[in-house]
């Protein structure tokens, strides 16, 4: 009987942690594919105040990592091709027509996120 009790509690722990998967459909590009917009995949969960994101995109994965615990100078956003080696990124926005980095959000802006010492550069539009 203890240890159902015990089990159950475990159990009870790891659901209150984690969210259930959230899915969506989206137009995504990575920048300097030269490569147009296309559907992309987005999937989401968060685990103990980090929220990570997978982009399916052309079949490759993209994964993007924030906190909601993050201090002064610490960087909020990770980005990376795998879970295991995400490095700092920016967010930054692009307009949706010409894809010109612009300083302020727009109808249909794209919302990009660009790793800080690293290549990888990639664009959702979440409308």
Not at 33 to 39: A, I, S, V
Not at 47 to 60: A, H, P
Not at 75 to 99: F, P, T, W
Request: some cysteine; aromatic content about 10%; charged content about 30%.
């Amino acid at each position: 009987m203890k240890l159902i009790f015990s089990m159950l509690l475990i159990f009870i722990s790891i659901v209150a942690r984690a969210s259930i998967p959230d899915e969506k459909i989206r137009s995504c590009f990575v920048n300097k594919e030269n490569k147009g917009p296309q559907q992309c995949l987005l999937s989401s969960y968060t685990y103990e105040g980090q929220r990570t994101t997978t982009v399916s995109l052309r079949g490759r994965n993209y994964y993007i990592q924030d906190s909601s615990e993050c201090v002064n100078d610490d960087s909020c956003v990770m980005l990376g091709r795998d879970l295991q080696h995400l490095k700092d990124a920016d967010i930054y926005l692009r307009n949706y027509e010409s894809k010109k980095i612009i300083k302020a959000f727009e109808d249909k802006s794209w919302t990009c996120f660009k790793q800080k010492n690293g290549d990888l550069d990639i664009c959702i539009n979440f409308d």
